[in-house]
Each structure stands twice: as structure tokens, then as C-alpha cells.
């Protein structure tokens, strides 16, 4: 990441998805269900989306961060 990115931005991103994370953990809030297997999708900034799977009542596992320019078809989750 920081090889595109800068420390400031990175560090930006990092935050932003240790924030989505501890509103999952809450158990308020849910993101859009893909088609697939569990997984939900979650946009982190406009060019970075995560998907993720719920693991009981606290625990989230990260599936996979996508770069929103990449061609949707391939991923396969949605």
C-alpha cells in the first residue's frame, strides 16, 4: 500500500477501516449481502471496497479489500 499510496493516506485508510470494524463488532449495522456464500460488501473509500463474512455475534472475518476499478466479473462475490 505505501509503495502507491502516502503514509498520510494510508494511515486515512487504516483508521477508517478499524471504525467500520468496531460498528460491525457493535452488531448495529450490516452492510449490502452479495451473492455469495455469507459475504457482504462494505465501501471503505470510493476506491476500495471490502468484503466481508460475519463470524458469530463479535468476530468479522476480512474476506477481501477490491480495487473498485477492476472489472466486477472477475471477483466473483457479486
Given at each position: 500500500?505505501l509503495?502507491?499510496?502516502?503514509?498520510?493516506?494510508?494511515?486515512?485508510?487504516?483508521?477508517?477501516?478499524?471504525?467500520?470494524?468496531?460498528?460491525?463488532?457493535?452488531?448495529?449495522?450490516?452492510?449490502?449481502?452479495?451473492?455469495?456464500?455469507?459475504?457482504?460488501?462494505?465501501?471503505?473509500?470510493?476506491?476500495?471496497?471490502?468484503?466481508?463474512?460475519?463470524?458469530?455475534?463479535?468476530?468479522?472475518?476480512?474476506?477481501?479489500?477490491?480495487?473498485?476499478?477492476?472489472?466486477?466479473?472477475?471477483?466473483?462475490?457479486?
Open positions: 500500500m509503495e502507491e499510496w502516502s503514509f498520510t493516506l494510508a494511515e486515512e485508510f487504516v483508521q477508517r477501516v478499524d471504525e467500520i470494524l468496531t460498528t460491525l463488532k457493535g452488531g448495529s449495522v450490516s452492510y449490502q449481502a452479495s451473492n455469495y456464500n455469507e459475504i457482504f460488501i462494505c465501501v471503505v473509500c470510493k476506491q476500495i471496497t471490502l468484503y466481508y463474512k460475519e463470524k458469530g455475534t463479535s468476530e468479522i472475518e476480512l474476506v477481501r479489500f477490491r480495487n473498485n476499478f477492476h472489472d466486477k466479473s472477475k471477483l466473483g462475490f457479486d
